[in-house]
């Protein structure tokens, strides 16, 4: 692009390939297209391996409720970055980003999508930006997908419909951001709607999101023939400018205006863009001491340099706690906006350097540090695995320190292995391009692992070595850099199951492993066997989600098998009144092998499930449950025959914490099937204990026979406390239930919600789960919204319904609602736990899961 042609009241900005668009002199047109287009399958026009400035760098998501526009916007942004020759649509099927077969026939995204651009910002002298940029699903039952993809983020692009305002999905996505601390500014998209209100939309910024929301652009209507409001345009509250589209066309070209011409034609809205500009000003300079000593010098809120604002918003947007949020607007499926967004992103949203030193954990956990992006030793993240038919496993890596180089060896300190990278590619959606090399700070794709998988860290090998050969567990390193752990992507548990056979026996190998393709690809699926019947169970986080799975198993990874009924994983406890011991010895042929080993168990049920990072350092607390060992010492000096003979210590080829992982991972095995219904147990507190003189038995005592022992005495111990209760207790998942309806169907709803199903209504109003210290929305600026006060139950004659309610309730729950609201009713829901059942509605579910 080059630089801007200035005349005497005209500014041209001239592409090399679209200079044809430049107008006579006497009115200012801006092309904001980046170079001549290109097919999405071409590199970008910086070479792939030329070196790459950080601070020219942004890694950003699109993150929002379903159908807010997170694909359409995407597709605008690589048309008029120049990457793609035409505008894909989502109802076409003809997206970019959505490329597999189920997102293009349902319309929307099931998997998030990586793509890296270049974006030249329209200020004079600007240089090109490299933008990796990843297009999030807005389904709940994909929750996972947002959480992996925003861990290895900078900054995120918050959508909002301008017509639903701030829906319970966007606030879901929203936390999940500011718990790793992203920068994040928003779009308030789809103004062009009959119904958008702009205005209203930035009160609920405040009243749901509980961020202060810096309005830097105000919407443009201008009435047709028939006295409607057609939505034409932005006006630039920082720039002082006015951005004017032609309709119908393809968003190239944007007529700029300054705010004489904005005075002249439209002084309604000029007077609204001087309050509004007050307004950042002010909102700004809270936080900001060197932005008010630049006001005190000048004394006028007009009189301000954009650029001195932009450094001010910049600052406060960087430290990602959302206090305060640059909102922009537009309509990306009228083309109008997409551009100034674009330059937003570079201009708020920060590069690899401006973000903290990463959390990162040495020694197997034991102590916490920060990695410096200037470290030379390589330190990737590996955050997602595709399975490609002709690529085969392609890892999804953010590099946080060195190089990762081609044909170089790595070390997956997660699973203690070692791994050789055969190719690195750069990715465009579905397609890619071959590169040499991915530096710090920067997303990319590598072909040729067969181990990693999801959360997995992954280090350089140069000098790593064994201690022992063909020992692949004992390694000893040079330094704590070899334990090195980023922090892991939390992996949320499943709330629906259903059961998956083979056609035929010979049809069960390819179907295993197609299943374990897709468990490496999607962790957020779970895959069990029944012990009694043999059958495979398929676990995952909503009915979509397990539909999904099965279309992609059959369709794409061409398993011949048939998925039953879906029906709800319920967990199992014992009383919290109740416990039981036992001593046991575990004594088995393995491999040849006598195997024998013995421990003492004690198990308790937990009236609340305990909370992670709370338990001591010999405390395991995994899936609501306490996992305990303890090794005995002796209490006297023993004596050599005693020592030899009694085995009332343990040898030194044992080591302890290896042996307190194997009981530990045997007890988990038992939960992990309980004995009343099969399935997993939370709420328990299981404590083991190991005597040397009574449960070690020389070289038959091996860490599985341990782990065996550990797995069968908690199963017998859980058994016994069952049966000496009478029968189990069963737990079911309870959902935090977020409804949105209008007001006239607001009884109806709650009177559904808390008497035909069971729920407990929390909140009527606003629906902001779990927020603390609501901003006084009184005193934050919306455009057309001055004196309207605190409007936290509805600003648009919709009213929110936050309940508590049994998964069990919420099945089928979207038909129900459509018909009691007329269609105009939408709910979202997240897992919050597990709740004990009463006697009756134990009976119902025992009766369903029996077939009787």
């Not at 350092?617 to 995994?622: G, W």
Request: net charge negative; proline share 5%.
């Amino acid at each position: 692009m080059l630089p801007p042609v200035r005349t005497a009241s005209t500014i041209r900005w001239l592409c090399l390939s679209h200079s044809r668009i430049a107008s006579p002199l006497g009115r200012s047109i801006l092309s904001l297209k980046n170079g001549p287009k290109r097919f999405y399958a071409a590199p970008s026009a910086v070479g792939l391996d030329a070196p790459v400035d950080l601070a020219h760098t942004r890694n950003i998501g699109i993150i929002a409720h379903i159908d807010a526009g997170k694909t359409t916007t995407t597709e605008r942004m690589l048309y008029y970055s120049g990457f793609t020759r035409r505008i894909g649509e989502v109802d076409e099927g003809s997206t970019v980003m959505d490329y597999l077969p189920a997102e293009r026939s349902r319309g929307i995204t099931i998997t998030s999508a990586a793509i890296t651009f270049n974006w030249t910002p329209s200020a004079p002298g600007s240089r090109p930006y490299t933008v990796n940029l990843i297009d999030t699903p807005g389904h709940a039952d994909f929750t996972f997908e947002v959480e992996r993809s925003i861990r290895v983020l900078d900054g995120a692009v918050t959508i909002l419909d301008g017509v639903a305002g701030v829906e319970a999905q966007t606030e879901k996505v929203w936390r999940q951001a500011e718990k790793y601390g992203i920068p994040r500014l928003i779009f308030v998209n789809k103004l062009d709607r009959v119904g958008a209100r702009f205005g209203p939309t930035v009160k609920e910024i405040a009243s749901k999101l509980n961020a202060w929301p810096a309005v830097l652009q105000l919407p443009l209507y201008e009435q047709d023939a028939k006295g409607d409001d057609i939505f034409r345009g932005v006006v630039d509250i920082v720039e002082r400018r006015v951005f004017l589209w032609d309709l119908g066309g393809d968003g190239q070209k944007v007529n700029v205006h300054d705010y004489t011409w904005l005075k002249e034609n439209r002084s309604d809205l000029y007077c609204e863009a001087l309050t509004a500009r007050v307004a950042l000003v002010e909102l700004l300079s809270e936080n900001d001491e060197e932005l008010v000593e630049v006001f005190l010098d000048i004394g006028d809120h007009h009189a301000i340099s954009p650029d001195a604002i932009k450094k001010s918003l910049r600052k406060q947007t960087l430290n990602g706690s959302s206090e305060v949020v640059p909102v922009l607007c537009g309509a990306s499926f009228k083309n109008i906006g997409v551009q100034p967004l674009l330059d937003a992103v570079i201009d708020y949203l920060p590069s690899p350097l401006d973000k903290p030193e990463t959390e990162i954990s040495y020694d197997y956990g034991k102590t916490k540090g920060v990695l410096s992006a200037s470290e030379d030793r390589l330190c990737a993240l590996a955050f997602k695995v595709v399975n490609d038919p002709k690529r085969g496993a392609m890892v999804f890596v953010r590099v946080y320190s060195g190089t990762l180089v081609r044909a170089h060896h790595l070390y997956n300190t997660t699973l203690g292995v070692r791994e050789r990278v055969h190719r690195l590619l750069k990715m465009y959606a579905d397609d890619a391009v071959d590169i040499q090399s991915i530096p710090a700070g920067h997303i990319g794709v590598i072909i040729g692992l067969k181990s990693a998988r999801t959360g997995d860290t992954l280090i350089s090998d140069h000098q790593y070595y064994h201690s022992g050969k063909g020992n692949k567990r004992h390694q000893e390193v040079s330094d704590s850099f070899w334990t090195i752990q980023l922090r892991p992507i939390e992996v949320p548990p499943p709330v629906f199951f259903a059961s998956i056979e083979p056609n035929s026996l010979s049809e069960q190998k390819p179907l295993e492993d197609a299943l374990s393709m897709l468990l490496r690809e999607d962790p957020s699926l779970h895959i069990t066997t029944d012990e009694d019947s043999g059958q495979m169970l398929i676990s995952g986080m909503g009915e979509l989600h397990l539909e999904i799975a099965r279309d992609r198993l059959v369709g794409e990874l061409k398993a011949k098998a048939e998925m039953g009924r879906i029906l709800i994983s319920y967990r199992e406890t014992i009383p919290s009144t109740l416990g039981h011991e036992l001593h046991i010895v575990f004594e088995k042929e393995i491999a040849g092998k006598l195997a024998k080993a013995g421990c003492h168990v004690s198990v308790i049920g937990l009236d609340e499930p305990p909370i992670p990072g709370t338990g001591t350092p010999d405390e395991t607390i995994v899936d609501g449950n306490i996992i305990s060992v303890d090794i005995a010492v002796p209490q006297h000096t023993l004596t050599s025959q005693e020592a030899e003979t009694e085995h009332a210590k343990l040898p030194k080829s044992i080591d302890v914490e290896e042996l307190k992982g194997s009981l530990t991972s045997g007890a988990m095995a038992a939960l992990g099937r309980g004995p009343y219904l099969g399935f997993p147990v939370r709420n328990t507190s299981i404590k083991i204990t190991i005597d040397p003189s009574k449960d070690y038995f020389g070289a038959e005592s091996t860490l599985a026979a341990y782990s065996s022992a550990a797995r069968l005495a908690s199963t017998t111990a859980l058994k016994e406390a069952i049966a000496s209760n009478g029968e189990g207790i069963l737990m079911e998942p309870m959902m935090n239930v977020i409804v949105a309806v209008n007001e006239k169907d607001l009884g109806k709803v709650v009177g559904d919600l808390s008497s035909a199903r069971g729920g407990h209504v929390l909140e009527l109003g606003g629906g902001d789960e779990g927020a603390v210290d609501r901003l006084n929305t009184s005193k934050v600026y919306a455009p057309g919204q001055a004196g309207k006060g605190d409007d936290n139950y509805g600003v648009r004659g919709k009213r929110s319904v936050v309940a508590i309610v049994p998964l069990k309730e919420m099945v089928g729950y979207l038909k129900h609602l459509r018909s009691m609201t007329t269609g105009r009713g939408t709910f979202v829901m997240n897992l919050l736990g597990w709740e004990r059942m009463t006697r009756p509605r134990a009976v119902d579910v025992l009766k369903d899961i029996r077939g009787g």
